[in-house]
């Protein structure tokens, strides 16, 4: 089942964050849909990027977040796949629970894959999915590449394609607030209640 991997690493009664729907199956996986980028200080920082695909978001790991500048070659590492309700997930993870730290909401918008795509999943399993993402933060083309290392298939990379919304020297980390509360990863430690958000996507993306 879709959700398994992620069920088994998580005490619902001791974590926020959702148990999700089983879904999923064999049918295939539509070539656009909504994606997030959550900012997760856990015991390292990273932002975690998720792609809605056949049911379930089909997430990586990005150590050093997306960006927009086409030189940066930024490391992705595919971990389990979320339920949906995760989309909108942002909070404290406690101590002791996988993953424990703070989330935010950093990005999230829509993704379209790149003309001749007609099944997403068909095109990670080859390895390589061209996409376009259309955020408050990320714009344009993108590239994921996988490339194991040491025979980790898990190992892909994440690069934005020299387009007109490429920017050089675009860095995540001078980007810090979250796009669905206003807060930073620091307000939600510290249990600070949500601002007005900066940016104003939250009714379409909850639709």
Not at 82 to 87: A, D, G, Q, T, W
């Amino acid at each position: 089942m879709p959700l398994d991997e992620y069920r088994a690493k998580r005490r619902f009664d001791a974590t926020p964050e959702p148990s999700g729907d089983v879904v999923g199956g064999d049918q295939p996986a539509p070539a656009g849909g909504r994606f997030v980028v959550q900012r997760h200080r856990a015991r390292r920082l990273h932002y975690d990027t998720r792609l809605e695909m056949a049911g379930v978001l089909v997430s990586w790991a990005v150590p050093r977040g997306p960006s927009l500048d086409p030189r940066a070659r930024r490391l992705a590492v595919r971990v389990e796949d979320h339920p949906l309700e995760y989309f909108s997930f942002e909070g404290r993870i406690p101590r002791g629970q996988y993953g424990a730290g703070d989330v935010i909401v950093w990005d999230w918008g829509r993704w379209t894959a790149d003309p001749g795509t007609p099944d997403a999943i068909d095109a990670l399993e080859a390895g390589e999915l061209k996409l376009r993402l259309e955020g408050d933060k990320l714009h344009g083309g993108f590239v994921l590449l996988r490339t194991p290392i040491r025979g980790d298939r898990r190992k892909w990379l994440l690069i934005h394609r020299r387009d007109d919304e490429a920017v050089d020297g675009w860095d995540a980390e001078d980007h810090p607030l979250s796009v669905k509360s206003g807060r930073t990863n620091d307000d939600v430690a510290a249990g600070r209640r949500a601002r007005p958000p900066t940016q104003g996507r939250v009714a379409m993306l909850r639709a």
